[in-house]
């Protein structure tokens, strides 16, 4: 059985009239055609829409039923241009985001506000993530973007895009009332006491592994690696416990935490990428119109 849109505006054109003479001059049509198709959807439908009498014309209980589900089908058939050219603009649809845990204290949040006031329509699914799931997901085209701490393996490079969003340095993350501490200055890695360091696995994260290690290489010091974590929030958290000292991502300093000192190092220190990585043939218009607002806010 299939409806057709013409016989349901007819109806409700009818119905709006409940006279079949004004309902065929509204349609700029002839009486005939008009009473013939009332009649094929009735017969369609298998119940009779209108009383038809000697006073005039009335709805039947079947037709009262069908009248508000016939406007709401017409008015969402009127609506389907619009939907498909604001769906084709990346206007409408779903985003799925997942993000790196520090992007959280930096770039995601003014990126979302922006991203939110141009396409207000959009869904966003977000899902905090570490590097290395967010490049399985996107490999397997389960999300459409990862903020996440390059490089990106040699395979992976093959299938996907790249864009650098903020580039910073590592500061010192450390238990609240160290003797080196004191004042504002920042602080060497040197005139620390013997504390046990607290990192990300290497297997989650190397690139920012590597780079914390080689800061401690760099001051002669071969830190003892007392506890690994994978979340900003968790290493700051340990740290806050008096577990050990941390260096983070100089963004992470917006994670408040009673307990826990974020410095300057006076030490050489290399800069921490965090990066958007995407399928190179994910054509999907939201994505399109997020990475175009992303190059014009982007902090690299």
């Not at 198709?37 to 009262?64: D, H, K, M, W």
């Not at 959009?122 to 996440?148: C, F, K, N, P, Y």
Request: aromatic fraction near 6%.
């Amino acid at each position: 059985m299939n409806v057709e849109l013409r016989q349901l505006r007819y109806f409700v054109t009818v119905a709006e009239e409940l006279h079949f003479g004004k309902a065929a001059l509204r349609l700029h049509m002839t009486q005939p055609p008009l009473s013939q198709t009332i009649q094929a959807l009735e017969a369609l439908l298998g119940a009779p829409l209108f009383e038809r009498n000697r006073r005039g014309v009335s709805l039947t209980p079947a037709g009262a039923a069908l009248l508000p589900e016939a406007r709401r089908m017409l008015a969402q058939a009127q609506a389907l241009p619009q939907l498909v050219q604001r769906a084709a603009a990346g206007e409408v649809g779903r985003l799925s985001l997942a993000f790196v845990s520090s992007a959280d204290y930096s770039v995601l949040p003014p990126f979302l506000r922006a991203y939110r006031a141009a396409f207000p329509q959009v869904l966003i699914g977000l899902q905090e993530a570490t590097s290395d799931w967010q490049l399985d997901e996107l490999l397997h085209g389960r999300i459409d973007a990862g903020l996440l701490i390059p490089p990106l393996p040699e395979p992976a490079r093959l299938e996907l895009d790249y864009l650098p969003v903020l580039k910073e340095p590592l500061i010192l993350a450390a238990p609240a009332g160290l003797a080196a501490l004191k004042g504002k200055r920042p602080v060497r890695l040197g005139a620390l006491p013997p504390l046990p360091l607290i990192i990300f696995p290497r297997a989650i994260a190397p690139a920012l592994h590597d780079a914390i290690l080689a800061v401690f290489t760099a001051a002669g010091i071969t830190p003892a690696i007392g506890q690994e974590a994978i979340q900003m929030q968790t290493i700051v958290g340990l740290v806050s416990a008096g577990m050990g000292i941390a260096l983070v991502p100089q963004s992470v300093s917006n994670l408040m935490r009673p307990g826990v000192e974020y410095r300057a190092l006076a030490d050489p220190t290399p800069l921490v990428e965090t990066g958007l990585a995407w399928r190179r043939d994910n054509a999907s218009p939201v994505l399109l119109g997020f990475l175009e607002l992303l190059r014009k806010n982007t902090l690299c």
